[in-house]
């Protein structure tokens, strides 16, 4: 499980091209909108630093000499060229820290959860509660857990990285991941669908009772609340955030970071770039209010 440990940035920084101007203890690398606590995260620009500076869990900020003043004396300090490649640097060393942002376990598979023969389960860091059906193809990857009752069917793919591309290498490769993904009770994934893990740390999360139908793509750091359910073809971008009891329809794509509040409504084939308000029905390309959206048609 996360271990939530500290380390001193300049200890981290140590033996890199990087110029540590103030030390903090961080644990994690993160992005402004991550979830993360004590995080270190890059800023490019003025604004990315006066965001930052706002927010109680980020405790430093890589940014350029240029920008290096724009950080408040309360928050470490790191100077780079390039503040994304730095800090994805630093990452990739907390992971290679053995223990440092989790405690290692064999895997556990409760007696009364019933796994295909075909299904593929990670030997270490994955979780199985009681009552748990895993079906034919599926294959869920380290850190992750699976609360009682849940059902997997036909080849779920849970666990995968995420499109984070490491800045800066040649061949390009993708960046390696710490987080995991986490379903509460009841959780159905009925075929084909990807959910993937968080990117730096903690875990995409989907809520007591919500369901996902079949080739839904749930991308990393997402949080389901109770009950949401995610209709075929869909695409939820990573960081979003579904409230309870949200329906999202049929080929519908929700932008990175979206918030889709409580009981709202996603229709088929929308394409959501904002935050849904609390029972909302939205729809379109770009999505607007339902009320609105069929104004449009009718005035065609």
């Keep these: 499980m996360f271990t939530n440990n500290t380390i001193d940035l300049a200890s981290l920084a140590m033996g890199e091209d990087f110029d540590v101007k103030r030390d903090c203890q961080l644990s994690y690398i993160g992005k402004i909108p991550s979830r993360l606590q004590r995080r270190f995260v890059p800023c490019r620009e003025p604004h990315h630093i006066s965001d930052a500076a706002k927010i109680p869990d980020i405790v430093g900020i890589a940014t350029t000499e240029e920008y290096a003043h724009l950080v408040p004396a309360n928050l470490g300090l790191l100077v780079a060229a390039d503040p994304i490649a730095a800090t994805l640097t630093l990452h990739e060393k907390l992971c290679d820290i053995d223990g440092f942002l989790w405690k290692h376990f064999d895997s556990r598979i409760h007696p009364t959860a019933k796994i295909h023969p075909r299904a593929v389960i990670a030997d270490r860091d994955v ?174």
């Design 127 to 300: 979780e199985i509660g009681a009552n748990v059906t895993v079906g034919p193809g599926t294959v869920i990857q380290e850190r992750s857990i699976i609360g009682e009752s849940c059902h997997l069917g036909v080849d779920v793919a849970v666990g995968v990285d995420a499109l984070e591309i490491f800045q800066g290498t040649q061949p390009r490769r993708i960046l390696r991941q710490a987080g995991g993904v986490f379903l509460e009770r009841g959780v159905t994934v009925i075929a084909k669908c990807i959910i993937a893990r968080a990117t730096f740390g903690g875990f995409t999360q989907l809520g007591e009772g919500s369901i996902l139908e079949s080739l839904v793509h749930l991308a990393h750091d997402c949080r389901l609340g109770k009950n949401v359910t995610l209709v075929a073809c869909c695409e939820v971008s990573g960081r979003c955030e579904l409230g309870d009891g949200a329906y999202v329809g049929p080929n519908a794509c929700i932008r990175n970071g979206v918030r889709v509040g409580i009981g709202a409504t996603v229709t088929m084939g929308a394409v959501v770039t904002r935050d849904v308000p609390d029972h909302e029905t939205v729809s379109g390309n770009f999505a607007v209010p339902h009320s609105k959206w069929l104004k449009f048609i009718k005035g065609l």
